[in-house]
Every structure is written in C-alpha cells, then in structure tokens.
C-alpha cells in the first residue's frame, strides 16, 4: 500500500496547480541558480517536474508528480534557448547519445562529458545525469581541450565497431552516432574492428522490425523505451562487458519472443540496430508465403478515410503493421480469454460478438457425506456451477447487460451482439494486453485489417481517425454502452425514457483517452464533469492519515465523478461533503477510454429524468458509506511494519500457530473437500513468530486482483469479500494479478451448451471459473478452522494477528 | 530474490533450464528480461547445460606468474584423453589463492597446489559420479593484534559495552583518533562514513560488509574471515549499533565456501550470546545479520555494485552522486566497509584508539594486512605497521626472494595501480616527490618506500591490500598484458570508455606481445588511456590503462624490442 509520509500542498508550477507532496515543493520552491556554460551565465531553477515526450507531466504510481533535478545539460538548452529569442546563436556543443529527456539519465556513452574543475584536472562529468550547482563553472568541447579529446576518442571506440554506414543511415542519413562523428570529423576509427561473430548477430524474425545487434552501442534507450514508456518489459541488457547486448525476455528471437510490436524501441533507437524492414530492405516473410495475412502498405494505407489524419512516413516507418485478413461464414477471429496484442477494424461484412461461457458460478453443496465417528466430524461437500437464477448470492449484481469493452453490452440473457463494417474491435486487449473479452465470428464473408498496437495508438491520437472512431461510437455504441452501466438500469427499464435519455446524452459526449499513470482529477480539484469508463482501469483513491488509500478500481462499464457534482443537491448536502470538490483521486492505470459529460449536462439529465436523479442519489450514497466504512477500517490500523507485508489490510486471515499445528494437513484436505478436490488455501506463507499466515483470501483493502478483468466480472463487496459474478469467462487474469496466489482456477466438466451464434448447434464447452476463499458460506465456521484437530488454524483480522505477535513477545 | 533463486535452481539442475526461469518468473512476478539480465550477467550461472567435469584454471597475476598457462595446458591434454564434451577447460578470474598459486577450480571445488596428475583423479571422480572433496585450510586462530580476545572466547565485549552505554558519537570519535581508515584500498576515513550515515535521515538503514574480494593479489579477507570470523560480526554489529543500521549482510564471493560456512556459525554465535538479533544483551537494541553469498565477479567489489547486485540487478556501478551514505541499498543510507576495516574495530574500542593509531612505524599511523604474492619465498597474509618499507616487508616477512631472483618490480596495488621499478632514475621521478630526496641522488630504491598511502601517492601510485612481487626474470610486457586482460574481463560494460576501451587495449597489447607493433600505435594507448581516466563511470574503467601506463614509464628498454 502506498504509504505518503508527506503531507500534500497545493503547488503552482508553471502556471499550473498541481497537488504535490511538501518535501517536493520545498525542492521545487528553492532559489534559482546561476552556472555559466564557456563563459555564457545562464539562470535555471535547481528542480522540476518530470515530464514525457509530449511535454505532459509524469506521475508516479501514487498519483504525485516526479521531481528531477536540472542537470547541466538541461541549463545547455535553455542558454542556447534563451539565446535564440535574444537573437543571438549560442548551440548547445554537448552531443548526446544515451540520452533523451524524457527518460531517465543512466549516463552510460559518456559523451555528453563536460569539465567542471576550473582547474582541468579532476574527473569530467555527464552533462545529462550531473545536477546543477551554484556558481558552477562547466567547459565543453567547445572551449575545453581535454573534453574535446576525450568525446573524439569515445566516438572513435563506438566508430570502430560500428557498421558504417549502419541500416538507418544509408536509408536516411540519420544514425546519431554518425551524425557526430561526421560532426568531429572520426569517422574512420584508428581501433582494430569488432570481428564478424555470432556475438552480434542479426535478428530478422519480427515481421515489423529488423535488429541488427553490430550497429547497437548499448545506450539504454530501447531498454527504458520498451520497460519505462510502455511498460512492456520485454527488452533487457544480456551478458557483461565487450559481450554485452540487447535482449528480448531470455534473449528469444523478437519475432517469437513477447514483444507486440509497439514499436517504441525502434523509435528510440539512434542508430540502425533497430530499424523497420520496408526502411531497410529486409523482405517480410508474408511476402514468401501467399496464404499468410497480406500487408498493407503505406501508400493503399493512406487512401482510406481511416487512415488520413496519419502521416505518409509514419506509415512507412510502420510497414507491417497493419495486415488484412479473410474469414470465410462462422471463422472465429479471436476468442474470449486469449492474450492478443491487435486491434480489428472490420472493412467489410459484419461479425458477432459473444460469450461462450456459461453464465454461472462454483457452489459448494453439502454432500452425501462420510460422516465419521464423530458424527460430522468429516464434512463431504462438491462443487457444481450454479447460475444466480437458482443460487441468489448476496451482493450479487441485478443488471442485465455487461459491459466488455470495446463499447459493446451484452444482454445476459442472449449474450449475442453484431459490429458492422466500419467498427473497430478488439482495442482493449491491444493497448493494454488483457485477455479478450468476448469471441467475434465472421457472420458471412468478412475482410479485416488487424492493427498492431503502435498504428491503433496513433490512430487514437490523430485528429482525423479519432474523430471518425467517435462518430461511430457516438452513432453506434453509446447506447448500448450505457445500457450496461449500473447507473442507468434503473431508467432503462422503460425503453422509451432509456432511448430519450441516451438521445439528450450522445450530443453531449467528449470522448477521452488518458494514458496510464496520468491523473484524470485530484482529491479537492473542482467537480466539473462526470466520467463512464468505456476501457481500461481507474484507481480511486483518497488522502487519509498522511496517506493514499485505495477506495476501488473501477474497469470497463464503471462511472465516477458523480459525487462532486451532487454536493449541493438538498438531499446530498446532508452528508456534508466539500462543496463541488472531488472527494477522491483518480488516476488512470493503462490506457483507458473515457466518456465525459460536463457538469453542466449532468445536473440538466438530473432535472430532466427523476428516476435517474433518485437512482444517481441512491448509489452515491451507496459509495459514500461504503469509502467511511474503509476508511474507519483504516483508522484502526497501524503502520507498523507489518504494513509492509500487506497484511494490517487483511480482514480475514487463516493464521495457523505453528506450535500447535503437527503439519498434518487436515486444513487443506478439508478444503479441497469442501470445495470438489480443488483447494482453495495452501498451508504456506508468511511467518510471524509462531505463526504462519496460510494463503487464503486476504480480502485486501487494495484489492489488485480486480483490475483487468475483460468482462468486469470480479467484485467487492460490503465485508471486503471478493464476489465472482456469473459470467466469468475464466482467462485467469484475476489468480494471475493476485498476489498471494490466493485466486484458483477450478476446472469444471465440459457441458453442452447451445451456441450463442448459431443456437441450433450444441457445442461443448469446458467450464474454467475463478473461485477464492469464500469462508465456506452457509457453515457456521469455515471446514479449515472446523477441521484443525488439534485448535491451531483460526481465522482473524490483521489487527487481533499484530496484537497475538506482540503479546508473544512480551 | 532473483540471486538466491538462480542459485538454487543452478544447484539443483546443474545450469539454468528455460523452462524453470519461466516458472520463476510466474512465481516472483518478475519480466523474463529481468531474471534474463541478471542470469547473463554473472558468469557463474550457466544458461546452458555444460560438460559434466569443468576445470577452471586462474589466469590472473601471482598464478600467471607461477605458470598458470603451462597448467591450462597440460589440462587441455588430459580432457582430450577423455570423451569430447566430457571434460571442458577455461580460464577463470582470481579465485583469491594466491599465495599457493596456481589455484584451479573443478566444478565448484577450489584447490591449490595440485599438479595435473591430482587434477586428473578429481576429474575422474566427477565422471563417476563421486562426490569431489574439499581442501581445507587452516582455521586456527592466530596471535594477531586485531584479536583482543586471541587466546579465550570471543565475548563481544565491544558490544556489550555499547549496551551498556549507548554512545555513537564516542565511537566515532574513538575511530577518528584511532586513524582507521578504508582497508578496500580506497582509505577513506571510517569515521566519516559512519557518521555520515548516523546523521543522516531515515528510519531504515543498512550496513555491509564488503566481503567480495576478488582482486588479483588479495586474500587477506580469505584468513580474516576463516580464522577470525567474530572480529567482522562484531565489527558492523557495532557498525549497525551506532549508525542505527538494523539490518546487516556480510558479502562474501560464492567461492569462498568455507569462510562462508565461518562466518555463518559465527553469526549464530553471535545470537545465542546475544550479541547480535533482538534484544541485544537484554536491551532494546536490535540488529539482524546474514550472510549474501555473491553472484560473483571482480565488479561486485565496487560498492554501488556490490549493491546493485544485493538488490537482484546487475552488478553494474552507480553514477554518483548520490554516495551510498546518503542513499545505498535500497535508496536508503548504507554504511559499507571492507572485512579488515570492520574487523579492527572491536579492538580499536577495547584497547583504545591511540593504541592502534601508534602501531605505525616511520612517521605512518597504525597497522594492516597485506596479502603478498609473486616471486617471494613465502608469500602469505601478513599483519604489519603502516610505515614499513618494501625491503623490509620482502626480507621480513617473505624471507626475501625465491629461487635465487632479485627484486625486479612490484605492484603495490594489484592490478590498479600498475607496477614500480626496484630503483627509479630521479628524471622519472615526480618532481615534488624528487625535491624531497637528498641532494646528490641520481637513483631512488624502491625498497626504502614506506608502505604508507601518502607515500604511494605521491608516486603517482597507489597502496592496495594486494602486494605482487616481480623476480628478475618477468617480463613487463606480458605481465601488463595478463593486467589488463583481467579488466576487459571483468568490466561490467555498463559505459562506453570501460566497456569497449579496456577490451579494446587489450587487444592491442595482445598486438603488441606478437611484435612489430607500429610506434604511433604507442600514442592511441595514450590518448586512450587519458579517455578512460577521464570519462569512466567507476574505478574500474579509470585504473585499466595503469599497468601499460606505468610500464611505458619505467620499463621503455623492455617495451623497445616489441615495436616495429
């Protein structure tokens, strides 16, 4: 849990306010500082804000804003800045290889090497990582002999195993390692050459991008682009010393390693280790095989109105990304639960969207049962999947549409949707890597294009394609979106007022993409707007007791931002809320799609339909209530160390005292007894003291297993127990994200289903659902606890564990 | 987790199947490339399945002078005689045997003075699926000034004293009057690092010891660690009590197995007296302590390395600043000290610091432990006065010279600091340091040099813990070769200068050994040289010229007959 020991303040940096931890604006308030460059004086402040390529601000996982300290080459732009707006020519004469200021210096090629020591002795330093200190005096290769000497010899090492011309520069004349060197005239190097070896060989297995490991010089930049951009976490350093080189996850060929071509590495390379194939003339494999995917190259690419806002060279720089496919009546084009990393933009036909799940949840039944000597002693039980229809579960949801992203509802009782030509599917799983969340099948003939993650990025950022995507999700979708959210149920049930409604509504709409890490509003911000999540994940969070605490993640089909706008309404004013304020934080944690409605427009829906006012009441309350009752959760616990195993947040724990447990396993059996063979705890886990904390569920205050689930299927609730809705699809993602391995996936035998598409067919399917602890519902005490022999498992909160550890110390 | 985990899976299957780094990544949520970067780095992981016998045989300094080559060699006989792929025979880096060089490996087994007939019948044990023995080395303890406790038990009277009464800053004060100063070679003032880390901010600090080692010429830690394990515990448990340091790791390189097992029981030693753990002798005073058994590498003695590698990363140094003080493992303030610096603390504090700070003799303060190596009759580990001069540490300490050699050069620093002349013409001499001869002098004996920092120094040189002494018979050219062979070795690669210069020269020195190397190429090692100094992220990549550097200074006459 992200614990922030500062307390926060409000900061106006460059004309913006920003809600920023104290001990950062005490850095940021600091005096500003005078250096002189060759001579040239230059007044720069000693910290700022990190910001990304675009210039926008960077947040860290708490939602702050990250501080970085101005480095001299930092104050080289700004000279040479200032000095052009005065009309004077001062260039910045420090080369740059490693470095780019959006990402984090790790100085490594040393070129950018400054003197700093008025006595030209001491060691020279990184322009790009070394801060900025009063009064300092730096010489660069402009009036500095030994500065000029050494970036000349360092050029001359990198020259001599550089391929020259490299692939980038015989193709565009822009590798940056030649460029300088040409610039210091070193082109040719006076070090024996690199011999030919499979040490450095060239990799051409990705359909988009050709590597090329002799022309790399280890700067870092594709590593940090691929892990610190993207986070991707595909792209490592291999080996050490003259060996050392880029590898993809355990040095794979790219094509067949994780990678989803995002195409960031390539873009950050400066020379021709990572170039595209089409740039550099290597032939991509469809091109030998005419029953693959077809390519569609750049100059067709252009011609349609979707890709007209995108710029010619981009789209030669992306050759290969973008491919069309042909599927003949009923092919499946992707499946629900599959990893994928593209996007569909359907050119012509029509496909169905569906869930072949069955609609149904694990429920543990008593069984016929060998009861022991005892009497009971041994309890029986089996699994079997039950739909909500005949096993009600408390706090199980009522709507009848789903959303699955990609601004699709499905109605529970026929989950079945058609996209037509023109739509766009499948963008949820390509930008943000979740599973898919539902199957697409040709409905007659269909040709596709299938769009690789860095074309539908830019897509999504071009004025043009994105003003098309959103007429079409205007036209198309809303509807159908808004069906699925909660808030809306209630009004839909009279179609005719769902349909007025979602006319007043579509007029009003902005569609918005926020980036990961990026805030969408702070705690205490004005209240201007209300928000539906069409994708992607949002972390909610508020300021309590010197820290961040996460109230919710809200996925696909969520809303938020409604409680700022109903402070002032007489029946709200009551819970006395901070007048059009934001009662909490919200941050984007992937790419996420974002529907907004002013404020403005909101209060007007209100005024226009009361059965939308009073159910918009109702579950704000619902929401205020249920955050006091996590944060009075919280006031009750300590941040001791504990803290730091995650389980002062747990509420129910299974903790075992080992000087009592015999290791018998009774616990465990007794669990995969009451829970058809599979268990559900596994006696292993933290230790404190004697005790041992099994692995069960949690319960977390931060619960993460609920982010990314494709069909926001998974939810919390009042007791902070994780409730698995019926219509789980069963990809795994949920026991994946858990921490503690406390999520199993329990196999069911396959049942014969009718196919949602074609309901003559009977298909069989076999069942997977997520299952967690549910403390054996409907048993007066949980089979684990029930079946210890020997009074060593017993359940409890985090705090009465913390008190049993401190009182057997004592 | 990710170095423990690799070992354990090495342990188990013998290298480092795909399969099971996969699983591992599952398991510890961790990227493949991460557990990939790190698996790569360290040469002691295999990525593939390997022979079933590898001999490793040390190819650095003292046993490249005692014919290391000839050994490779006459190994590389006897795995053809075995089936192919059966036995393999490689180089390896410094196994810290120095004084009984040539030191081979087989498999994980360190030995020494094994003739290849011996190494032989260690291979076929390993062919016959027979367990390898171990070689044992002394353990009995020595009558060593840094041991107040040598004759009785090791009772940590040091830290119960502190128990007692708590006072941090007497201590420091204690180690500034005592002159304690940096044993790793940098000889940075112990009193300032510990006080830097005491005044800075943060509830959460560490301290470590720097137990890596794995310089060519130094095994001093080696004896500390087997035959004194209580003086390091009790050392950075004080270290721990006055900085505020909770946590503790003694870092010690995965070779060292038996100073491992040492220091081990020692530390639960330590605990069941309560000098160590919760509670520290019935107060609230608290310090966990634990061995990290290193992944391996020359580099991971460099201490934002060393670091680097503690933290699951590759071993790879940090910019500074920020110094580990301030801002160490895990970001937090770090006090890091070599064995011997840790070691000598305990009897610092008992017998007081005017008493250490005395035992150096010509105008030098306190004392130390040299490893010496090379051409000496009995070369060892030996504890002496800051202050005695070369002659006297050869004649007293090694029983001077073997085989009837005379003292040609010597390396005071390992590999850093390159290699002196017996005797200096005073033209080649700095000119401070000339001035201040007698008048008249024409020659400068290097063996009246005190072994004192200051007086290296001022030599252009430096004072290391690993002293390697050439007989008559060395050649300058090939030693400064196998010198910087070692550094493209074991540079990490992480910047430009270091990872491709020191490869780079190498193989010009490579060039130059075969002869009829072209003169001008003599400026290129030159202009190279200044570069690497210059604009090298650590010390590694700035001491890498030093060996060809200062041969060129002293020994032209020897590098003449290579040039074209």
Redesign the interface.
């Known amino acids: 849990m992200p614990v922030i020991l500062d307390d926060m303040v409000q900061f106006v940096f460059e004309g913006r306010t920003l809600a920023v931890p104290k001990t950062l604006s005490e850095k940021l308030s600091l005096p500003p500082i005078t250096i002189t460059i060759d001579g040239h004086p230059v007044e720069v402040p000693q910290a700022s804000l990190k910001r990304d390529e675009a210039g926008r601000f960077v947040y860290d996982a708490d939602g702050n804003p990250i501080l970085r300290e101005t480095t001299i080459f930092d104050a080289a732009i700004k000279l040479s800045e200032e000095a052009k707006q005065r009309g004077e020519d001062i260039p910045i004469s420090i080369p740059i290889l490693c470095h780019r200021e959006h990402l984090t210096p790790?100085?490594?090629?040393?070129?950018c090497?400054v003197d700093t020591d008025p006595n030209g002795k001491s060691?020279?330093l990184?322009a790009c990582?070394q801060?900025v200190d009063k009064g300092m005096q730096v010489k660069t290769m402009a009036t500095s002999q030994?500065v000029r000497?050494?970036v000349g010899?360092?050029t001359e090492?990198?020259m001599?195993?550089h391929p020259s011309p490299c692939a980038k520069h015989a193709a565009t004349k822009d590798c940056e390692l030649e460029v300088i060197a040409e610039n210091l005239g070193c082109t040719s190097s006076?070090?024996?050459r690199r011999p030919k070896g499979e040490d450095r060989p060239h990799d051409d297995s990705s359909v988009v991008i050709a590597v090329d490991h002799s022309a790399c010089?280890?700067c870092d930049r594709c590593v940090r682009g691929c892990?610190e951009i993207r986070n991707n976490?595909?792209?490592?350093?291999?080996?050490?010393?003259?060996?050392?080189r880029i590898?993809?996850?355990?040095?794979a060929p790219m094509g067949r390693s994780?990678c989803v071509s995002c195409g960031e590495c390539m873009i950050s390379c400066p020379t021709g280790a990572l170039t595209n194939r089409a740039v550099v003339g290597i032939t991509p494999p469809d091109k030998r095989d005419p029953s693959k995917p077809v390519v569609v190259h750049a100059d067709e690419l252009v011609t349609m109105p979707l890709f007209e806002g995108i710029s010619h060279p981009f789209l030669k720089f992306n050759d290969g990304a973008v491919v069309r496919k042909h599927y003949k009546d009923k092919d499946i084009i992707c499946k629900e639960g599959d990893f994928g990393s593209t996007a569909y933009f359907i050119e012509q036909g029509e496909v169905s969207v569906y869930l072949s799940a069955s609609f149904k949840h694990v429920k543990t039944k008593k069984g016929k049962g060998n009861h022991g000597l005892f009497g009971g002693f041994i309890k029986k039980f089996r699994s079997e999947l039950v739909s909500r229809k005949t096993d009600r579960r408390e706090g199980e949801g009522t709507q009848r549409f789903i959303h699955i992203g990609d601004s699709i509802s499905l109605d529970l009782e026929k989950p079945i949707a058609e996209i037509k030509a023109g739509g766009i599917f499948g963008e949820m799983t390509c930008m943000n890597s979740y599973p898919r969340s539902a199957t697409v099948r040709a409905l007659g003939p269909v040709t596709v294009l299938e769009l690789q993650r860095n074309v539908l990025y830019i897509l999504q950022r071009s004025k043009k394609s994105k003003a098309m995507l959103d007429a079409i999700y205007k036209e198309r979708a809303i509807e159908s979106h808004l069906r699925s959210v909660p808030i809306f149920a209630r009004i839909a049930e009279t179609e005719s007022e769902f349909k007025r409604l979602v006319d007043r509504v579509r007029p009003q709409v902005d569609l918005l993409r926020i980036n990961n890490g990026d805030v969408i509003f702070n705690q205490g911000d004005l209240a201007d707007a209300f928000y539906l999540i069409r994708s992607g994940f949002v972390k909610v969070s508020q300021r309590h007791l010197g820290g961040d605490h996460v109230l919710n993640y809200l996925g696909p089909g969520g809303y938020f931002g409604e409680i700022g706008l109903l402070t002032d309404l007489p029946e709200v004013r009551l819970l006395g809320l901070p007048s059009g304020r934001r009662t909490a934080s919200c941050i984007a944690l992937d790419h996420v799609d974002l529907v907004r409605i002013s404020g403005d427009a909101f209060r007007s829906l209100l005024d226009e339909f009361p059965t939308f006012r009073s159910e918009v009441i109702d579950m704000a309350f619902d929401r205020v209530h249920e955050n006091e009752k996590t944060l009075r959760d919280l006031e009750s616990s300590s941040l001791a160390s504990f803290l730091d195993q995650g389980l002062a947040n747990a509420q129910s724990l299974l903790v075992l005292d080992l000087e009592k447990c015999t290791r018998c396993d009774e616990c465990t059996k007794a669990c995969a007894d009451a829970h058809d063979g599979v268990t559900r705890l596994i006696r292993d886990g933290l230790r404190f003291d004697k005790y041992l904390v099994a692995s069960s569920c949690r319960s977390c205050l931060d619960p993460y297993c609920m982010v990314g689930c494709p069909v926001n299927s998974i939810h919390r609730l009042n007791d902070r127990e994780i409730l698995i809705e019926d219509w789980c699809i069963g990809c795994g993602k949920c026991a994946e994200n858990c921490?503690y391995g406390n999520i199993n996936m329990h196999s069911l035998p396959a049942e014969w289903m009718s196919d949602p598409a074609h309901p003559e067919n009977k298909v069989a399917v076999v069942q997977q659902k997520a299952t967690s602890c549910d403390l054996c519902h409907g048993l007066s005490s949980p089979s684990c606890v029930y079946a210890c022999p020997h009074d060593a498992a017993h359940r409890m909160d985090g705090q009465e564990l913390l008190a049993l550890v401190k009182a057997s110390h004592k | 987790m990710i170095v423990q985990r690799l070992s354990e899976i090495q342990h188990r299957c013998g290298y480092l199947p795909?399969d099971e780094?996969?699983a591992l990544s599952k398991r510890i949520?961790e990227?493949?490339?991460?557990?990939?970067?790190v698996a790569?780095?360290?040469?002691h992981y295999l990525l593939k399945p390997g022979p079933d016998a590898v001999v490793r045989i040390c190819r650095d300094m003292a046993c490249h002078l005692a014919g290391a080559k000839t050994l490779h060699a006459a190994m590389e006989g006897v795995a053809s005689e075995f089936g192919s792929g059966q036995v393999k025979v490689e180089g390896v880096s410094c196994l810290g045997q120095c004084d009984h060089a040539p030191a081979a490996c087989v498999n994980e087994f360190v030995y020494w003075d094994k003739s290849p007939r011996e190494l032989r019948g260690l291979v076929e044990r390993v062919l016959a699926k027979e367990g390898l023995p171990r070689q044992e080395a002394p353990t009995d303890r020595l009558d060593w000034k840094i041991d107040p406790y040598f004759g009785g038990e090791a009772t940590y009277e040091a830290v119960r004293r502190f128990a007692e009464n708590p006072d941090g800053d007497a201590i420091i004060k204690a180690l500034e009057v005592s002159t304690l100063k940096g044993m790793g070679g940098a000889r940075f003032p112990t009193f300032r690092k510990w006080s830097a880390v005491k005044g800075s901010p943060g509830v959460i600090k560490y301290a470590v010891v720097n137990g890596d080692e794995s310089e060519p010429g130094t095994f001093k830690d080696r004896e500390l660690f087997r035959r004194a394990p209580h003086l390091v515990v009790e050392g950075i448990i004080l270290a721990g009590l006055v900085t505020g340091a909770k946590q503790g790791w003694i870092y010690i390189r995965h070779e060292y197995e038996e100073e491992i097992d040492a220091v081990r029981e020692e530390i639960k030693r330590a605990v069941a007296k309560g000098a160590c753990g919760r509670k520290i002798f019935g107060t609230d005073l608290e310090f966990e302590l634990e061995v990290f058994v290193s992944p391996g590498?020359y580099?991971c003695g460099e201490e934002s390395a060393l670091i680097e590698a503690m933290e699951d990363k590759?071993a790879e140094p940090r910019?500074k600043?920020p110094f580990l003080v301030y801002s160490g493992l895990y970001n937090r303030p770090t006090v890091m000290n070599n064995v011997e610096t840790m070691s000598w603390v305990p009897a610092i504090l008992l017998k007081g610091p005017e008493w250490y700070r005395d035992m150096g003799v010509n105008g030098s303060t306190g004392a130390w432990f040299i490893s010496v190596s090379g051409d000496v009759k009995r070369p060892g580990v030996y504890e002496i006065p800051f202050g005695l001069t070369i002659g006297e540490m050869i004649d007293d300490c090694c029983q001077g010279m073997k085989d009837g050699l005379t003292f040609k050069a010597i390396a005071p620093s390992g590999p850093s600091g390159g290699v002196l002349p017996a005797s200096i013409p005073v033209s080649r001499l700095p000119a401070k340091f000339a001035a201040s001869l007698p008048e008249g002098t024409t020659e400068f004996d290097v063996r009246t040099l005190p072994l004192d920092p200051s007086k290296l120094q001022s030599l252009d040189n430096m004072l290391g813990a690993a002293i390697v002494v050439l007989g008559s018979n060395a050649n300058m050219v090939d030693f400064a070769l196998n010198l910087v062979e070692f550094y493209?070795?074991?540079?990490?690669?992480?910047?430009?200068?270091c990872?491709?210069?020191?490869?780079?020269l190498a193989?010009?020195l490579q060039?130059l050994k075969k002869g009829n190397f072209p003169r001008a190429g003599l400026a290129?090692v030159d202009?190279?040289a200044?570069?690497m100094?210059?604009?090298?992220?650590c010390g590694l990549g700035?001491v890498v010229p030093n060996p060809i550097t200062t041969v060129l200074k002293y020994f032209p006459e020897e590098v003449e007959p290579y040039l074209a």
């Open positions: 790790v100085a490594v090629c040393r070129i090497v060691k020279l990184p990582r801060p030994r000497d050494s010899l360092l090492l990198l001599a195993d006076r070090f024996p010089i280890m892990n976490q595909v792209l490592g350093r291999m080996n050490k010393g003259y060996l050392a590898a993809f996850d355990l040095d994780t921490p | 795909e780094l996969k949520g990227p493949l490339h991460r557990i990939h970067e790569s780095f360290f040469p590498g580099i590759r910019n600043p493209a070795n074991e540079s990490c690669g992480k910047c430009v200068p990872r491709l210069g020191s490869h780079k193989e010009m060039t290129l202009e190279l200044r570069a100094i210059l604009t090298s992220i700035m």
